[in-house]
């Protein structure tokens, strides 16, 4: 059992009664509705046809690539590009995915229209790369997003760029081009020390591994799990979580103390398949991950669900503290409804309330869920089965990137600072 100070219970006690009186007022608080649950039984995806194609004029455009998603690509004139990403299957929620190559025997100048299926929008601001490592956004001036207004809210179902290509290749992308062999050289690279070791817990529908970082030097008395990319094209969130990482990982004293008293699972990386295969949302099963926690039909929620388990009874353990970092429009904090009592009341309002002090002028936005005990997503899952305060960690889509470094290291520190008092 882990054993809190009677003066630390109290005062985390306190947090969670302003917290929750706050609830009933600040708009922050609102709330989130019902996850409904979906069918999450395998259904068929549909594979992009991969190549070198040769759109005249001497230019080419390719996807043969992991994460790559190019559906169709075509030469409107001499200086027009047309692009095509459509979804791996439907229904599916509006994050369409694109990443792609381009080339030309010689430099020119060229327009590119990046185009979807009929009532899908445009969401990510394109990135461009000369590498495939180092990306940057297109200079808005170079952009234009084609906008109009649907039942009052404003849609926007295209984007034109303008841009000069070469000999030199270029890298078009929605987000920084993040694939399985990048996580997989930062886990080799953070595993290089003494108190974190990798290993394979399972294996994706596709066969690829599943990989978890225990990071620590406990008992399994006490412990943390960490999720990252249910969805492939949440690239924010996978940094974010990458910095909240590192920090625990890091030689401060606080750091030091929180791995001999708690050890930490990372899943950095869920859904392999859907990454390197460009997916907009789902696994090669067709589901979107993040509706089968209760179910269980899909080979990578049943991988973490056994693995949790089996450290549980093994060593009669806790898991105190659980988060699944996500992307989308803009930050939010997804948690459970802070009337429901886990393994350590108060844990997630607390920490969210003392990593927004750090941060001058930033208000929180903050949606608990409803409380009704569905287990449909992995946070609503390891609060009702384990007790786990579980928050989940959403990231915008355009946050600086410097900013959504800095607060995945304060929301580390803030974390080990409640969890270690």
């Known amino acids: 059992m882990l054993n809190l100070k009677i003066n630390h219970s109290l005062i985390l006690l306190s947090l969670v009664l302003v917290v929750a009186t706050s609830c009933k007022t600040n708009k922050q608080w609102e709330g989130q509705g019902e996850i409904q649950k979906v069918n999450t039984e395998t259904v068929p995806v549909q594979r992009q046809y991969r190549d070198i194609f040769n759109l005249g004029n001497g230019i080419y455009a390719s996807n043969e690539f992991d994460g790559a998603r ?3 690509i075509v030469m409107v004139n001499d ?24 080339w030309s025997e010689e430099e020119q100048k060229v327009t590119l229209s990046l185009t979807y299926p009929e009532n899908i929008n445009h969401r990510y601001h394109p990135k461009i ?13 170079e952009l234009f997003i084609a906008k109009k207004t649907v039942e009052e809210k404003i849609k926007t179902p295209s984007a034109t760029i303008r841009l000069s290509i070469s000999p030199d290749t270029v890298w078009i ?14 886990t080799n690279e953070l595993s290089l ?37 249910q969805h492939p094209p949440e690239v924010t969130g996978y940094l974010a979580m990458k910095a909240f990482i590192e920090t625990i990982s ?12 708690y050890n930490t699972y990372v899943f950095p990386l869920v859904n392999p398949d859907g990454v390197d295969n460009g997916h907009w949302r789902h696994n090669m099963g067709g589901i979107d991950l993040n509706r089968d926690w209760e179910d269980f039909n899909q080979p990578e929620t049943r991988v973490i669900r056994d693995f949790a388990n089996k ?25 459970i409804d802070p009337e429901q009592k886990g393994n350590m009341p108060g844990l997630v309002p607390a920490l969210i309330s003392e990593t927004g002090k750090e941060f001058e002028n930033y208000n929180p936005n903050v949606k608990p869920s409803p409380g009704t005990g569905k287990r449909v997503t992995s946070t609503s899952y390891f609060f009702y089965e384990h007790g786990a305060e579980s ?16 607060k995945g290291e304060v929301t580390a520190e803030k974390l080990m600072k409640l969890l270690l008092e």
Request: no cysteine.
């Open 70 to 72: 190019l559906n169709g």
């Open 311 to 335: 450290k549980v009874k093994e060593n009669n353990g806790k898991i105190y503290f659980f988060v699944d970092f996500h992307s989308t429009w803009q930050d939010i904090y997804y948690t």
């Open 173 to 186: 992308s929605a987000q920084e081009l993040i694939t399985t062999s990048d996580n997989k050289q930062w």
């Open 129 to 141: 790369s000369s590498d495939g490592i180092n990306f940057v956004e297109i200079d808005s001036s």
């Open 391 to 406: 928050l989940t960690y959403e990231i915008g889509d355009n946050t600086s990137r410097e900013f959504v470094k800095k």
């Open 193 to 229: 020390k003494p108190f974190i070791t990798k290993s394979k817990a399972g294996e994706s529908r596709e066969g690829k591994p599943i990989e978890v970082l225990r990071i620590g030097e406990s008992d399994d008395k006490a412990m943390i799990f960490v999720l990252s990319r």
């Open 79 to 102: 200086t027009i590009i047309s692009t095509l990403s459509t979804p791996e299957n439907t229904p599916i929620n509006t994050s369409p995915w694109y990443a792609f190559k381009l």
């Open 250 to 261: 890091s030689n401060s004293e606080d750091a030091i103390a929180f791995r001999k008293k």
